[in-house]
């Protein structure tokens, strides 16, 4: 397919990578799964790839593949709707479409703060004296366990291309075949019992808050923050 236009309202690709700079902003799944399979990548510094190596990544891979040609940038959507007699869609623009720079790190755009808030919250605790968090509803967290990829294994992930295969099949592969593990309440229970013991292990001189921070669906039912 090479009739398309990808319409974005940024001065520059990237979405999510591109506006949001916050402390702590990286990916928040692990960088094999995450980037794609056919532009799999070996000299990622961490397995959690870091919001300005994303977006390097993004604009390298666009690059490569001549994306940008497709992409009209600074270009707001107001509406779009199908023409049957035409047979294509129509789309309506405001009369300038321009982006106000704003002096905070995060997207302007609604956003799912908890996923933010586990990135952001331990690097503003590093230096700040007081941090209050308000919390509108309880998510299930789990440990990320984020590392930084040695000399050597990116070494080896360079001379021998097959283990940048097998470093994202692996893992996909292990969470395809606990799918069923989770999700059947027979089992999940498990999961749970895990999770809320690292919980409590976290803040063990806080029990009183142990109920506020233990959602109330199911595990996978909602988003799992790492």
């Not at 930084?148 to 992930?157: D, F, G, M, P, V």
Request: aromatic content about 12%.
């Amino acid at each position: 397919m090479t009739d398309f236009l990808v319409l974005e309202k940024n001065s520059g690709l990237g979405g999510t990578w591109y506006e949001n700079r916050y402390p702590g902003c990286a990916c928040g799944i692990r960088i094999a799964l995450y980037s794609l399979s056919f532009e799999q990548r070996r000299n990622w510094t961490r397995d959690y790839a870091t919001q300005k190596e994303m977006l390097k990544y993004l604009k390298d891979v666009s690059q490569k593949w001549n994306v940008p040609r497709y992409i009209r940038l600074n270009s707001t959507v107001l509406e779009a709707h199908w023409d049957d007699h035409k047979l294509q869609r129509r789309s309506r623009f405001p009369p300038m479409a321009f982006r106000v720079q704003s002096s905070r790190h995060t997207s302007s755009r609604p956003t799912s703060l908890c996923a933010s808030a586990v990135q952001i919250v331990p690097e503003l605790a590093k230096t700040a004296s007081q941090l209050t968090i308000y919390q509108r509803s309880p998510k299930w967290i789990v440990p990320r366990k984020d590392r930084s990829i040695s000399r050597a294994e990116k070494n080896l992930l360079t001379w021998f291309s097959p283990l940048r295969w097998l470093k994202r099949a692996v893992p996909m592969w292990l969470r395809e075949s606990v799918h069923a593990y989770i999700t059947n309440p027979d089992y999940s229970q498990t999961q749970i019992d895990w999770v809320l013991r690292w919980m409590k292990a976290r803040v063990p001189n806080k029990p009183e808050g142990w109920d506020a921070l233990t959602s109330r669906y199911p595990l996978g039912c909602t988003r799992i923050l790492v």
